[in-house]
């Protein structure tokens, strides 16, 4: 068409990755790790590098009783959203309690354990977001 001047091209931006299929849950989790008040919570993006799952969430409790009141919460506050755990390990001993629900496991560690078991080493080369004490995302 004469006279219209031609619309200039847009810069494309950037595709992120898409989030996890558990992107709600997991955030819900993370915020129900700050209501109990875990401590040095991150989280590992694990998406390209295993097939497992897509993401951990690891945190400590500072006590058995600690650990375990943090992981009850988190198990409930994801039941009354509708996720369920496929698994559940370690709740009853209280020094690590891992909750599996596929798309991302949440790890909450006695203070010791975590650092013998130092799986942020392990996997060193995950994206990682560290959590503030109480966060809601």
């Known amino acids: 068409m004469k006279g219209k001047p031609a619309r200039p091209l ?14 709600a849950d ?9 209501e109990r008040k ?3 919570g991150l989280v590992l993006d694990l998406r390209g590098l295993t097939d497992v799952t897509d993401a951990f969430l690891i945190a400590s409790g500072t006590s058995d009783t600690h650990v ?3 992981a009850e919460h988190v198990l409930e506050t994801l039941r009354l959203r509708g996720a ?3 698994h559940v390990e ?13 798309d991302f496991v ?3 560690f006695h203070p010791a354990l975590r650092e013998f078991y130092q799986l942020e080493r392990l996997w060193g080369d995950a994206p990682r977001r560290p959590l503030a004490a109480g966060e809601e995302t």
């Open 38 to 40: 875990a401590v040095d």
């Open 84 to 86: 369920r755990a496929h």
């Open 106 to 108: 949440v790890h909450v």
């Open 10 to 23: 847009r810069p494309r931006r950037p595709r992120r990755p898409p989030e996890p299929a558990g992107a």
């Open 26 to 34: 997991l955030a819900a989790a993370v915020v129900a790790c700050g």
């Open 68 to 70: 375990r009141a943090i």
């Open 90 to 102: 370690g709740l009853s001993a209280g020094r690590w309690a891992l909750l599996d629900y596929v």
